[in-house]
C-alpha cells in the first residue's frame, strides 16, 4: 500500500480537469434546454405580436368597437369581431359539454372495467382516431353528418324545443323554460349551424380527451383502488372518490388540450358551420368562427380587411389565453378545496 | 485489395456526374415559368400547361392561390405573371409598370334547388336576383317571381341563400352584376370578392355552395357553369340588359364577350357582366394575366408570352372541354396588338 505521490497529484489532475469539463458540460446543455423553452416562448410572443402588429390598422381604426361589433362589410370596409368571437366560443363549449362526459365514460370503461383483451385494441383505436386529419372530419360532416342532423334530429328540435316549430304551436317546454326556444328555434332549412359544429368538434377532441384520461386513470395506484373496493364501494363510487380526485389536474389538462384544439380548429369547421356573418341566438343558425373566417377570407382580402383578420387572430390568441387562465385558476381553487 | 474497394465507389461518383450534366443540360434548355392567382382559371391553366410542356418542355407552375395573392406576388416580383379575376386599375398599372390581358372567359350561373324545378324552367331578372339575395324576396311563391314565370307554378317555401365564405372572383362578379341591376344591393353590400351578406349561408368554394344547394331545399346560389353542369345542378335563366331571357352557354358567354365595349377600356379594364349584347349571359366574368412590361426576367417573359400565344392560339380546344369559353377573334387581335405596342420582348 505504498502510494506514490507523483500519482495522487496526477490523479487530482485529472479529477479536476474532469469536473471542470463536466461543469462545461453542464453549462452547456442547460443553454441548450434554455434554449429550447425560450423557442416556444419567443414564437409565442412572436406570433401574438406579429398578429396584434397586422392587427394594429384595425384596432386603431375601430378601437374597443370592434369586439363588440356584428358587422363584417367588406363592401363599406366596417369590421367587428363578434359574430366570429361568439360562433368560436359556442362551438366549443357545446364540443366540450359532449366531449367531457363521453371521454370520461370512454376512460373509465377502459381503465376500470373493460377486460384487459380488450383494452389495447379499443384505446390504439382511439389515438387513431386522434390522428385522423381534421379535413376528413369536415367532409364527413358536410356531406353526411350535416343532411342527416337536418332530415332526422333539427325537425325534432324545433318542433319540440324552439320557438319557431312548422305548426306554430309552441311545446310545453318551450312555454315554461326560459331561453330554451330561442336556443333551438330555427327556420333555416338545413344541418350546418353552431350545434353541429360543435358535435362535429366533440367527435375530433374525444380522442384527445379520453386518451390522455385514461393514460393518467392508470396510473391510480391498485392499492388505493383495491382498499376502497375492500371497503364495499361500487366500480361508480371507485371511479369518482378515488380514481378522479387522484388524477384531478391531469384530467384538467387533458379537458383544456382539448379545448385548445377546439377553438383554433379550423377546417371541420368552415365546413359544418354555415360561414355566416350573423349573429343568432339559435344554437340552430349558421354562425361563423374566428378560424373559419380566417381561412374563409384571407387569400382575397387587402389594406383594412387583411388587418382585421389579423386582428381577428390576435383576438384567438386572447380567447385561448383567457381560457387557459381560468384552466389554472380552477386548478388552483380545486388545490384549495383539498386542503380543507 | 483497396483499390477494388474504392472503385465502385469512384464510378458511382463519376455516374453521378455524368446524370447530373445530362440533367443540367436538360434544365438549361428547358425554362420553368411561375404563375399565381385566381382559382377561377385554375383548371384550364394546369390542362395548358401540361399540352404545352408536351409541346415545347417549358414548364408552367401555376399556384392557384387567390386573386389577391396573385397581384401581391407579382407586385413584388416573385412569379413571373399574376392571374387576378378583378382588373387592375389603370392607374395602379401605370405607377407600378404592369400591363394587364384577358386569357379566357367563363359564365356565372345561379342554381336553385326547388321540388319538380329542372334547369332551364325557372327565369328570373337582375332586380329580382338582388332582392332575393338582399333576403326582400323570401318565398319561391313571390308575386314578382310568379310574374316572370307564367306558366311554372312554383310551390310556396322559404328561399334560402347559399353564397360564397370565401374571397373570390366569383363572388366579385356575380355582386358586380347584382350591382349594376338592383340600386338597394349597390349601396347596400357594394360589390368584392367579398362582401356582407344580408342573409344565407356561405359555402367554400364552388364546391361547398354546388354542396350546399343540392342539400337545401328551396336553396339558391350561383356558381361557375363548370360546376353546375358537372354537378347538374339546376340552373336558372336570366333576363339580360337587352331584355332577353337567355340560358347560361357557351354561346352566351361568347356573345358577352364580343358585344362587351373593350374598345373603350384601357388595359382592358371591363367588368363583362351586364353585356348589352341580345344573346349575351349577365354574368361573363374573364380572368386577367398580370405581367411586368418591362420583365425582371426577360428569358421567362418570353416564354410567357410564348405560352399565352399557343393558349390563344391552340389551348381554346382545351378551354371549351372544360366548359370555359375561348376568346372572340377580335379581342385575340386586338390583346396581341397590346402585347406588340405596350409589352417589351
Not at chain 1, 13 to 40: K, Y
Not at chain 2, 6 to 35: E, N, Y
Not at chain 2, 80 to 90: E, I, L, N, Q, R
Not at chain 2, 127 to 149: E, M, Q, V, Y
Amino acid at each position: 500500500m505504498s502510494a506514490q505521490p507523483g500519482t495522487i497529484a496526477s490523479s487530482a489532475i485529472i479529477q479536476e480537469q474532469r469536473s471542470r469539463r463536466d461543469a462545461l458540460d453542464e453549462r452547456l446543455f442547460r443553454w441548450l434546454l434554455m434554449g429550447c423553452a425560450l423557442l416556444v416562448l419567443a414564437s409565442l410572443l412572436g406570433a401574438a405580436g406579429a398578429t396584434l402588429w397586422g392587427g394594429r390598422e384595425a384596432f386603431a381604426k375601430f378601437g374597443w368597437h370592434f369586439l363588440v361589433s356584428t358587422a363584417w362589410d367588406p363592401g363599406n370596409d366596417v369590421y367587428g369581431a363578434l359574430v366570429p368571437v361568439y360562433g368560436t366560443i359556442a362551438t366549443s363549449l357545446i364540443a366540450l359539454l359532449i366531449a367531457v362526459p363521453v371521454s370520461f365514460g370512454i376512460a373509465l370503461y377502459l381503465s376500470e372495467v373493460a377486460p384487459p383483451w380488450l383494452r389495447t385494441p379499443v384505446s390504439s383505436a382511439i389515438e387513431l382516431l386522434a390522428g385522423i386529419p381534421s379535413i376528413i372530419y369536415g367532409m364527413w360532416g358536410l356531406f353526411i353528418f350535416a343532411p342527416f342532423f337536418a332530415d332526422h334530429i333539427k325537425p325534432w328540435l324545433t318542433n319540440n324545443l324552439g320557438d319557431k316549430p312548422d305548426d306554430g304551436k309552441l311545446s310545453w317546454v318551450v312555454q315554461h323554460v326560459p331561453f330554451i326556444g330561442k336556443l333551438f328555434g330555427s327556420d333555416y332549412p338545413f344541418g350546418a349551424s353552431i350545434l353541429v359544429a360543435g358535435i362535429v368538434l366533440a367527435i375530433m377532441i374525444i380522442p384527445f380527451i379520453s386518451s390522455v384520461m385514461r393514460e393518467v386513470f392508470q396510473t391510480v395506484p391498485t392499492r388505493l383502488k383495491e382498499s376502497a373496493y375492500a371497503l364495499g364501494s361500487s366500480t361508480w363510487e371507485v371511479s369518482w372518490d378515488i380514481v378522479l380526485p387522484y388524477t384531478r389536474s391531469a384530467v384538467i389538462g387533458g379537458i383544456f388540450l382539448g379545448l385548445g384544439r377546439a377553438l383554433g380548429e379550423t377546417m371541420a369547421v368552415t365546413f359544418v358551420l354555415g360561414n355566416a356573418m350573423t349573429l343568432s341566438a339559435s344554437l340552430l343558425d349558421p354562425g361563423t368562427s374566428i378560424a373559419a373566417t380566417i381561412a374563409n377570407q384571407f387569400s382575397e382580402a387587402s389594406g383594412l380587411q387583411k388587418s382585421s383578420l389579423m386582428a381577428l387572430a390576435f383576438l384567438l390568441f386572447v380567447v385561448t389565453f383567457i381560457v387557459l387562465l381560468i384552466a389554472r385558476l380552477m386548478l388552483r381553487q380545486l388545490k384549495l378545496k383539498e386542503g380543507r | 485489395m483497396l483499390t477494388s474497394c474504392k472503385s465502385p465507389l469512384r464510378f458511382a461518383a463519376v455516374a453521378t456526374i455524368a446524370v447530373a450534366s445530362t440533367f443540367g443540360m436538360a434544365a438549361a434548355q428547358a425554362t420553368d415559368i411561375t404563375g399565381a392567382g385566381s382559382s377561377f382559371v385554375y383548371p384550364v391553366m394546369s390542362k395548358w400547361s401540361a399540352a404545352y410542356a408536351e409541346k415545347t418542355g417549358n414548364h408552367l407552375n401555376y399556384q392557384s392561390v387567390g386573386s389577391g395573392a396573385g397581384i401581391a406576388q407579382i407586385k413584388e416580383g416573385t412569379i413571373d405573371f399574376g392571374a387576378s379575376d378583378a382588373p387592375m386599375k389603370a392607374e395602379d398599372l401605370e405607377s407600378l409598370g404592369l400591363g394587364q390581358f384577358p386569357i379566357v372567359v367563363g359564365g356565372i350561373v345561379p342554381v336553385v334547388n326547388i321540388v319538380g324545378v329542372k334547369a332551364g324552367q325557372i327565369k328570373l331578372d337582375g332586380a329580382t336576383l338582388g332582392d332575393i339575395f338582399l333576403g326582400k324576396i323570401s318565398n319561391w311563391n313571390d308575386p314578382k317571381i310568379a310574374a316572370l314565370n307564367a306558366g311554372l307554378t312554383l310551390p310556396a317555401g322559404k328561399i334560402t341563400v347559399v353564397h360564397r365564405s370565401d374571397g373570390s372572383g366569383t363572388t366579385f362578379n356575380f355582386t358586380n352584376f347584382l350591382s349594376k341591376v338592383n340600386p338597394e344591393w349597390a349601396g347596400k353590400a357594394k360589390f368584392g370578392t367579398a362582401v356582407e351578406w344580408p342573409t344565407g349561408v356561405g359555402g367554400k368554394g364552388n364546391e361547398g355552395v354546388s354542396q350546399y344547394v343540392q342539400q337545401i331545399k328551396g336553396s339558391i346560389g350561383y356558381v361557375e357553369y363548370a360546376y353546375a353542369v358537372k354537378n347538374k345542378i339546376t340552373w336558372v335563366d336570366l333576363k339580360n340588359a337587352a331584355g332577353h331571357v337567355v340560358a347560361p352557354s357557351a354561346a352566351s358567354f361568347a356573345a358577352a364577350a364580343v358585344t362587351a365595349d373593350w374598345g373603350s377600356a384601357k388595359d382592358f379594364n371591363l367588368i363583362m357582366t351586364n353585356a348589352p349584347g341580345a344573346q349575351a349571359w349577365p354574368i361573363t366574368a374573364t380572368t386577367w394575366m398580370i405581367m411586368y412590361k418591362t420583365p425582371k426576367n426577360a428569358v421567362n417573359s418570353k416564354v410567357a408570352f410564348d405560352f399565352f400565344k399557343w393558349s390563344l392560339e391552340h389551348g381554346q380546344q382545351d378551354a371549351s372541354a372544360l366548359d370555359y369559353v375561348p376568346l372572340p377573334n377580335a379581342l385575340v387581335s386586338k390583346i396581341e396588338a397590346y402585347w406588340a405596342s405596350e409589352y417589351k420582348h
